[in-house]
């Protein structure tokens, strides 16, 4: 820890598109035909690509790319003892109503076949790091601030808990959310230890309970088939496990985060969640947590009048859209930041993407080059931000 951050840190929601190198290694290794030292030997030398690109891009806190990982979530199977990783397609032998899910799946252009999900089959517990020792990796090889990005603990309860195959170890998901909370404390507590600077909790399936209406117990976005109608009740449970998880872990000099995006999976904005923070903010706002990384480069995410509710924290606010063919312009970013200033301070604010350009890594949302673009845009607005207000200190 340690490492000097500038005013608008420039940084990422995590992941990275993955080379053909890598999606065989990612094949092979879950196939067993390829040793753990060959595949470290492989994936290594792409995070390695992926950090120098990120830091020549002028990124301010890199992370590495999630190149070992299959998926944002699905990827704690390996690292967890008696999780099963099942495609989106399996879990289908598990939802009474197959036509209905099938359905859903198709409107949302969900490609069943190819993604997956963890399920617990007994009781979790970790069987080695989730990734603690790919942040010690990585800080080997760059002298930048990192960030890692783990599963929040209500995306974990709601993926990995699976009627018929979960209930004889845990009858309910909220019994299983304890030990989802004591395996992720385990985890944070290392990483604080190791010395890394920034740990973000993924929440993306939140805005399903508001956005989604009828179907919020049936959604693709964690394979979550257990959720209640009533979202109110499901918002606090999610708030009491995040709670769990980080108390007592903040002040101890490690950046803790939330993100919460509507959604990853598609390059068409149309199936992707709609709607503003808003109905979110009472509950995001009570969050131990030092910042809310947040999209607001999609119109679906709606205005800005939400920051109001946040003044007490560090918005890592989403500039550019990872999905988009087009590269926004730095002019058009610097816009951007000062409507969110509107809400909050200079201080306060962080520049990412909206979400992450390769959450899941049989379908990136761009190719490299697009990244490393969109990037550099960020990277100069900060630059052109960090001097107009640095001159209003001056002034003042």
């Keep these: 820890m340690g490492v000097h951050i500038p005013q608008f840190p420039v940084t990422v929601v995590g992941s990275w598109p993955r080379s053909r190198e890598v999606l065989r290694a990612l094949r092979e290794k879950r196939s067993s035909r390829m040793t753990q030292e060959e595949f470290d030997r492989v994936t290594g030398q792409a995070i390695l690509d992926c950090v120098r690109l990120q830091e020549q891009a002028g990124v301010d806190i890199v992370t590495d790319g999630e190149q070992r990982r299959d998926n944002f979530i699905s990827f704690v199977a390996e690292r967890l003892e008696n999780v099963q990783m099942l495609t989106v397609a399996e879990l289908l032998d598990y939802v009474e109503d197959k036509a209905g899910f099938e359905e859903i799946l198709g409107t949302?252009?969900?490609?069943?076949?190819?993604l997956s999900n963890p399920a617990a089959v007994g009781k979790i517990r970790r069987a080695r790091p989730l990734a603690l020792d790919d942040y010690l990796f990585l800080q080997k090889h760059t002298e930048k601030?990192?960030?890692?990005?783990?599963?929040?603990?209500?995306?974990?309860t709601r993926s990995m808990w699976v009627e018929g195959l979960s209930q004889s170890t845990y009858p309910t998901k909220e019994e299983m959310a304890t030990d989802v909370v004591r395996v992720?404390?385990?985890?944070?507590?290392?990483?604080?230890?190791?010395?890394?600077?920034?740990?973000?909790?993924?929440?993306?399936?939140?805005?399903?309970l508001v956005f989604t209406q009828k179907n919020a117990h049936r959604t693709f976005?964690?394979?979550?088939?257990?959720?209640?109608?009533?979202?109110?009740q499901e918002l606090e449970f999610a708030v009491d496990l995040i709670s769990q998880v980080t108390r007592g872990m903040t002040q101890r000099g490690t950046r803790l985060g939330v993100h919460v995006c509507r959604g990853n999976w598609s390059t068409h904005e149309d199936v992707l969640l709609r709607g503003p923070y808003q109905p979110l903010a009472p509950y995001l706002s009570r969050l131990p947590v030092d910042q809310l990384v947040l999209e607001y480069a999609t119109p679906r995410a709606g205005d800005m009048t939400a920051l109001a509710s946040f003044e007490h924290m560090e918005i890592g606010l989403g500039v550019v859209n990872p999905r988009t063919?087009?590269?926004?312009?730095?002019?058009d970013i610097v816009a951007k930041v000062r409507m969110a200033l509107s809400y909050v301070q200079p201080s306060q604010v962080f520049l990412n993407p909206d979400c992450g350009?390769?959450?899941?890594?049989?379908?990136?949302?761009?190719?490299?080059?697009?990244?490393?673009?969109?990037?550099?845009?960020?990277?100069?607005?900060?630059?052109?931000?960090?001097?107009?207000?640095?001159?209003?200190?001056?002034?003042?």
């Design 221 to 232: 976005m964690c394979g979550a088939l257990t959720a209640k109608a009533d979202a109110e």
């Design 184 to 208: 992720l404390r385990e985890e944070l507590e290392e990483l604080i230890q190791a010395g890394v600077d920034f740990v973000q909790l993924d929440e993306p399936v939140l805005t399903e």
């Design 108 to 114: 949302l252009d969900v490609p069943a076949y190819s």
């Design 145 to 156: 601030a990192i960030k890692v990005a783990l599963p929040g603990p209500y995306l974990l």
């Design 325 to 331: 063919d087009w590269v926004e312009s730095p002019e």
């Design 357 to 396: 350009f390769g959450t899941f890594a049989q379908r990136p949302m761009n190719d490299v080059s697009r990244a490393v673009d969109k990037l550099r845009a960020c990277a100069e607005a900060a630059q052109a931000l960090r001097q107009t207000y640095a001159a209003i200190v001056r002034e003042v």
